[in-house]
């Protein structure tokens, strides 16, 4: 689904996002969070913003009822950011737990 209103800000797009998931409307989530890692990318992060890595992976397993590409976004985001206590480590469970 093309993004009408393009964010400015990654944050923007996350909460963009955050709102979509929550509304069920995942295809949109995961448009909003590529947007944020994108942004993010121009803004010259080099870890690429796991945490919308995250949530674009619990979108796209949404959005796609069962999704290994999805559990692997997830897991990358956890496994490049585990020692920090940003709540993406759980969306792999989460994931993984509809994959059967």
Do not use: H, W
């Not at 979108?59 to 692997?72: C, D, I, K, T, Y």
């Not at 480590?89 to 993984?96: F, L, S």
């Amino acid at each position: 689904m093309p993004v009408i209103d393009p964010p400015d800000t990654q944050e923007e797009a996350f909460k963009r996002g955050l709102a979509c998931l929550e509304r069920r409307t995942y295809q949109e989530a995961a448009g909003y969070f590529q947007i944020a890692i994108d942004l993010e990318r121009q803004g010259g992060s080099k870890n690429g913003g796991m945490k919308y890595l995250s949530f674009l992976g619990l979108a796209l397993n949404f959005a796609q009822g069962r999704s290994e590409e999805g559990l692997r976004m997830c897991e990358q985001a956890a496994k490049r950011e585990f020692f920090d206590a940003e709540p993406e480590a759980a969306n792999v469970p989460t994931v993984d737990l509809s994959l059967g």
